[in-house]
């Protein structure tokens, strides 16, 4: 869990922009996403890397994001679930490496199964100790933070917050994962497990039945999808790293403060980028220890193309998918995300640390990613 490079206190995220349609719905997503973690660490025995661990946490396991919930320690019941079984439930892979390397669970051949070498996609997943402890925290909690959110910003605003998205994924003939998916090479999005073409959407499946979490990051995922069906590069780097950048130069130390995004995968991006020819990376004429990047013309090329796509696909869904369902999505976004004139983001009040987590050790924030960069880390939405 790296830190995120910022000093600055919470500001108000560019309040005189109209922020792209996939912005509001990552913003969103990532508060939720750091309330829940936040209150997960508080619960849960635990150990870190870098902040410490809780009292007793010998055979505790390593702290992850919601993602992994999502898309392993949902679906791994009493009698635990198959390899391959696994990616057909979640609709979408996991780190499995990890999550055993973590303490979450075991993995091994079924002792039922009479093959003498059975391969590994017939394995059986089943939850540790540490891992049961973690289903019990987990699973009740989404409904604990939305339930806040309800205190916080309103019933009504946050059944609309969950209409929204839920009318819009219906247009969708498509099952995507309850998740965003764990970003590949390129940080480039993959629905569902191993690119395999989308399974028809499940019809007997209600909002009420999904997290909204769930909800947002269907509708999320989609627009991914569909942006980078037409994109030689990702909505994730287009968000978070093309779009600061101009020909003049920006600061490389600077980009985890502007756009909210962790040191390693900020370098991850611009590696990505500059071996493409997207950008170039130097030193600072004026002061030479400082590296500055700039975008090529192939890089200011991509940078208005990303900008014109977000357009043609919000105008696309607004067609295609009517005016209300649309805009009532880009509205009841819009209020959380960007909140009275004059004021900081709503958002900004999920973001509080708990006393002791992680989180609190590190500078907080004052930008929040514009496209979640879940990793194969953990999961965490700002790649940390």
Known sequence: MDSINSSARFIIPEMNDRLPLPTLLSQVLVAFTIEFDNEAERRMPHRTSNHGSTPDSLDASWLVSLAMWENCMRYVGEDGVTVHALEGLARTTTNLGGMERWGYVVIEPDPTDPRPKPPRRDWVIRATDAGRKAQDIWRPLFGTIEKRWKTRFGTDEIARLREAPWTVFLQFEVNLPDCLPILGYGLFSKAPANGQPVSPRRGAETASQLSLSSLLSRVLLAFAIEFELESELSLAICANVVRLLDVKGTRVRDLPRLSGVSKELTKVSLGFLEKRGYVVVGPDPATKPTKLVRLTSKGCEAQGAYRKQLDAIEANWLARHGKGATGD????????????????????????????????????????????????????????
Do not use: K
């Open 329 to 384: 999505l880009r509205e009841s976004l819009e209020r959380l995300v960007v909140g009275p004139p004059g004021q900081r983001s709503p958002l900004f009040s999920c973001l509080e640390p708990q006393p002791g987590g992680w989180r609190a050790s590190i500078p907080r924030p004052d930008r929040l990613p514009h496209y979640p960069l879940i990793t194969h880390r953990g999961g965490f939405p700002d790649g940390s």
